[in-house]
């Protein structure tokens, strides 16, 4: 009987030699005559054990990892083929802690199954959502996602079901689903997890945001940076054309959805959904004002649905098994689950998604097992680079929308990046100030000067000069920036830097005790 | 990357394939780049007139986006990224090391024109940084010495 053994095809566990591992298991078994079917899976998400290889057997499947290529002899020598022990044993991949903790609903596939594989995600509960969907009312898919409580992903946290009954409700001849992959944050990879491991998830999700509001096209706007996704999402919209699951006949219901990948280009701020849609259009991205809102004039002048990756992949679960099942999940006004990034200096870095509730201690210590260097954790950013600092004082905070905005702060799209003691936070002050200036759009000058001002100040600041001067302009600039910006990137880069200064003021070369107040 | 041998599509079919769609600005760019590495001045014009567009215009967005170039890159172009996850792994002590090995900083390209080197902010390997990529190879948990390995291999089979 041909033993199936998993080799994940994921870019950070290729990163690490997941390719390599997996020519050498080919070889591996050929030389020995052993027939083995070879699957390259999507990752699991436990990034300190990539590449980590899985073999079939009657009890679930077993893991082994970290794996390199110089192992692979040894694990066929061990017998890995049958479960068999072996010093990079991990036992049932679905048993392992950090795994078995989670709460999987959107990432209810990844790990799992092969990513291009139609017939592996039908088989895995995919198109069951589609299926539903395409028996209801427009204005009950909407219902459906509004009753989830599902807010958006990206960052922003804005109600999903609100943005798509308003588009809904303006009336046009064509209406736009654009999916925001422009997953620009540091410490985060959710949405490149879904679209190189589980591609027709987001597909059969934009397909139902399509029939719910009656928009016609979709474009996921997918960020240069990510090619293998680029490469992935290809394959599976090929494949969903082939089927039916896109064009003009959707299995057969004479509705009609088209899709396709458009490139970025290297600019974060293409982020921000009014840049974003400038950028589709073939220009600059220069941030839009608003009003209106993209849900009335969107791309193209015409009513658009802009949502991330994670929101409109969490939809599909949402139409299988219903408002409410996705409702039940979550702690106040944060319903469902949160796909949270364990990134940085960490000992366990990986992709975990749970209810919203967990402390980041929790987070932190019992998934993450505290720093990659054994040193103390002295920082945490969450919520990528326009994201406030956050020190071991506030590690008890739970994570929910409002209770990270109490302490001004914000979840983000959910990645933690993670620095020990030996972080100088001035210097990520000021590195928070250069980002903002290279990525500015230009459009408005709080932004565009502010930041530029702003590593000048931070220059000045790291080389103590004149702070009874500096700290003070430093605060007004940052006050500048918060309420005078048109879009986040100006509006909040003053988190990072005033969380910074506000919880490690020691790092700017102020005297605590001196200036205590 | 560019092959030799191979039949390229010319500027001008780039343009003809995809002036029709819609926002077919950055897909045209994205394809001459493909092409030829680079997006050359000398197809501007040709560009603004596919797109009913001024020569401006199309300047503006080229000049715009990080990504596209209007120069010519070395063999193999390395983005390293200089974000905070990567920060938090030693990629300062990093950017040090691969400027100093190169011999250029960000932006530049190698004498023996093998090398451009190019800042990245996120190549979403967060959880295995410090990241890097070259061409469309990502590699994770990047050291001084894995990188002086790296290169080297890249060298033998450029």
């Known amino acids: ?155 922003a946290a804005f109600p999903t079901g609100i943005k798509w009954k308003t588009v809904l409700n303006t009336a046009s001849a064509q209406k736009y689903i654009i999916c925001n992959a422009d997953e620009g944050d540091s410490g985060t990879f959710s949405d490149r997890m879904v679209m190189e491991d589980d591609p027709f998830v987001l597909i059969e999700g934009m397909t139902i945001a399509g029939l719910a509001v009656d928009a016609t096209q979709g474009y996921i706007y997918l960020r240069i940076e990510y ?61 839009r004002f608003k009003p209106p809102l993209p849900a009335i004039s969107g791309l193209f002048g015409q009513p658009t649905v802009v949502n991330n990756v994670i929101s409109l992949a969490s939809v599909p679960i949402i139409l299988d098994k219903g408002g409410d099942y996705y409702r039940d999940f979550g702690i106040g006004r944060s319903r469902g689950t949160l796909p949270v990034q364990l990134a940085g200096n960490i000992k366990r870095p990986g992709l975990v998604e749970l209810s919203f509730g967990l402390t980041l201690r929790e987070l932190l210590y019992d998934f993450g097992g505290g720093s990659a260097s054994g040193r103390p954790i002295k920082a945490v950013q969450v919520g990528g680079p326009l994201g406030a600092y956050l020190p071991e004082a506030q590690f008890d905070t739970v994570l929910d929308y409002e209770a990270f905005a109490a302490i001004w702060a914000v979840v983000g799209h959910g990645g933690i990046v993670v620095f020990d003691d030996t972080v100088n936070m001035a210097e990520m002050a000021r590195y928070s100030m250069e980002f903002c200036k290279i990525e500015s759009c230009g459009k408005c000058t709080p932004c565009r ?40 990137l100006g509006g909040m880069t003053p988190y990072p830097v005033l969380s910074a200064l506000n919880h490690f003021p020691e790092d700017f070369g102020i005297n605590v005790k001196a200036t205590a107040a | 990357m560019t092959e030799s041998g191979t039949t390229q599509p010319t500027v001008q079919e780039i343009i003809a394939a995809l002036k029709d769609k ?137």
């Open chain 1, 227 to 287: 090619p293998h996704a680029c490469e992935v999402l290809n394959a599976a919209i090929a494949t969903a054309y082939q089927e039916g699951y896109l064009g003009d006949n959707i299995q057969g219901s004479g509705k009609r959805f088209d899709l396709e990948v458009r490139l970025g280009a290297g600019a974060y701020v293409c982020g921000e959904e009014t840049s974003l849609m400038e950028s589709l259009e073939g220009k600059r991205g220069l941030v």
């Open chain 1, 449 to 488: 000067i502010g930041s530029t001002r702003g590593v000048e100040v931070m220059d000045d600041i790291i080389n103590g000069r004149n702070l009874d001067k500096n700290i003070p302009l430093l605060r007004d600039l940052c006050d500048t920036l918060l309420n005078g910006s048109l879009c986040a």
């Open chain 2, 22 to 158: 819609p926002g077919a600005l950055l897909p045209i760019l994205h394809g001459i780049q493909d092409t030829l590495g680079y997006i050359p001045a000398a197809c501007v014009p040709d560009i603004a007139a596919g797109l009913s567009l001024s020569r401006a215009e199309v300047h503006g967005v080229i000049s715009f986006y990080h990504y596209f170039r209007d120069t010519p890159p070395g063999k193999q172009t390395i983005h390293l990224c200089r974000a905070e996850s990567c920060q938090a792994m030693g990629a300062k002590q990093l950017e040090e090391h691969v400027k100093s090995k190169l011999g250029i900083g960000f932006h530049e390209t190698t004498a023996d024109g093998k090398f451009s080197l190019e800042p990245v902010y996120c190549l979403g390997n967060c959880a295995c940084s410090p990241a890097m990529q070259i061409g469309k190879e990502i590699y994770g948990r990047v050291t001084a010495d894995s990188f002086d390995a790296t290169i080297t291999t890249t060298e033998a089979s450029a």
């Open chain 1, 1 to 155: 009987m041909s033993i199936t053994i998993y080799v994940p095809c994921d870019s950070s566990a290729v990163s690490l030699g997941a390719d390599r591992v997996a020519t050498a298991i080919a070889k591996e078994a050929a030389t020995r005559g052993l027939d083995i079917k070879l699957v390259r899976n999507g990752s699991r998400g436990m990034f300190w054990l990539e590449p980590l290889v899985e073999v079939a057997t009657a009890k679930g499947r077993v893991a082994y990892g970290p794996v390199q290529p110089g192992d692979v002899s040894g694990l066929f020598d061990a017998d890995f083929t049958q479960g068999a022990a072996h010093t990079l044993s991990l036992g049932l991949t679905e048993e392992l802690d950090y795994f078995k903790k989670q709460q999987r609903l959107t990432f209810a596939r990844i790990g799992k199954t092969d990513p291009v594989s139609l017939t592996d995600y039908v088989e895995n509960d995919g198109y069951r959502g589609l299926k539903n969907a395409l028996a209801l009312s427009q204005e009950e898919i909407v219902q459906a996602v509004t009753d989830s409580g599902l807010r958006g992903r990206g960052g």
